[in-house]
């Protein structure tokens, strides 16, 4: 298995639900990575975590909140978003060696 | 991190070479050179990592000169497939901290 996937394929919440990003990957990969991206811009990182630890916030708000439940799994837990995150939403893993990052379809994300 | 520099676009036909090229004057000792491809609504895709001179795979190839102050892209006879993002990022080999500059838009013609 060399693929990260990424669940739901498409989402659409109001700014007082909340709900679940899901990403997997099972490749042994130690980080993964969530990052957003806006229309025709690149991806920004917003957390990293490697060996089950978040080792990396980019400063991002606190209705965005992470976990990782094991080395397979990563989740995005979302409440109470603004109509200016939606965004697609894109998960990566990698290892500690080269090879770069494997990522996964990603979530769009629409907030109304 | 090494600030990396891309032209924002290039146009290209069926069938040529394309060769893209990415600035990054502060690389450091360990810092690896990693070519990643992105669709519309997809994720990047990994296309091609080097450290020194030449890599090549069966997609691309990899040219970075002795000072590695930059680094090009070559995509041999390319198709309207081709049309994509191009993004050039540089980091070590660790769990990096990867940041995408703004990429190259490549729109390949007929």
């Known amino acids: 298995d060399t693929e990260v996937t990424q669940t739901p394929k498409h989402l659409v919440m109001g700014m007082t639900n909340k709900k679940s990003l899901k990403c997997e990957q099972h490749m042994g990969h130690r980080a993964m990575y969530w990052y957003k991206q806006k229309a025709k811009k690149p991806p920004e990182l917003m957390f990293v975590y490697s060996y089950e630890k978040l080792s990396i916030n980019e400063s991002v708000p606190s209705r965005f909140s992470p976990e990782c439940p094991n080395s397979s799994l990563l989740n995005l837990h979302l409440h109470a978003l603004q109509p200016e995150d939606s965004a697609l939403y894109l998960c990566?893993?990698?290892?500690?060696?080269?090879?770069?990052?494997?990522f996964g379809s990603g979530t769009r994300l629409t907030v109304v | 991190l090494a600030k990396t520099t891309q032209p924002i676009s290039m146009d290209s036909y069926e069938g040529q070479e394309v060769n893209i090229t990415c600035s990054h004057n502060n690389i450091a000792t360990n810092d690896y050179i990693t070519w990643y491809q992105q669709f519309p609504s997809q994720g990047p895709r990994f296309i091609i990592q080097g450290y020194k001179t030449k890599v090549t795979n069966e997609v691309a190839s990899l040219f970075i000169p002795a000072d590695r102050k930059s680094s090009t892209l070559s995509l041999p006879r390319v198709s309207l497939s081709d049309t994509a993002v191009y993004y050039c990022?540089?980091?070590?080999?660790?769990?990096?901290?990867?940041?995408f500059g703004t990429g190259t838009r490549l729109l390949v013609s007929p």
């Open positions: 990022l540089v980091g070590d080999s660790g769990f990096q901290k990867l940041v």
């Open positions: 990566a893993s990698s290892q500690t060696t080269l090879g770069g990052y494997t």
